[in-house]
């Protein structure tokens, strides 16, 4: 069983910056491991924000943040970062972070856009951006 620790968000003026990161609590070696952020703003369906693939080969992002929003991840500490900076009002959700199970690498664009019963998800953390 896959552990899914989130941390981060917060409240932001309009064109700041926050950090999410997210760490998956185990590893077992059968399976790669993809990491990604969902978010969903009230009354909104949850969309794919970005996503890494678990050798790092491939990386996701939503129109809406290219350009503003950047993930990395530690593989040796399977932990992932998204750095979201020049923050909108339009950021406003919270945000869950996905650990995606696979043999073998899948592409962040997978994880990204269709969900799996393979997800793992964390807590979600709320981000706000306001004047």
């Known amino acids: 069983q896959v552990q899914v620790v989130a941390s981060g968000g917060g409240l932001v003026q309009p064109g700041g910056s926050l950090r999410l990161s997210c760490v998956a609590s185990?590893?077992?070696?059968?399976?790669?491991?993809?990491i990604g952020w969902y978010r969903q703003a009230p009354g909104k369906a949850r969309e794919g924000v970005s996503c890494i693939s678990s050798r790092g080969s491939y990386t996701y992002y939503a129109d809406s943040v290219k350009g503003r929003f950047a993930i990395s991840r530690d593989n040796a500490e399977n932990t992932a970062l998204l750095q979201m900076n020049h923050l909108v009002p339009e950021d406003t959700a919270t945000y869950y972070c996905?650990?995606?199970?696979?043999?073998?690498?899948?592409?962040?664009?997978?994880?990204?856009?269709?969900?799996?019963?393979?997800?793992?998800w964390g807590r979600g953390a709320q981000v706000t951006v306001s004047s």
């Open positions: 185990e590893s077992d070696p059968r399976y790669e491991y993809g």
């Open positions: 996905v650990v995606r199970l696979s043999v073998g690498e899948i592409t962040a664009q997978d994880i990204c856009t269709l969900t799996s019963g393979d997800d793992y």
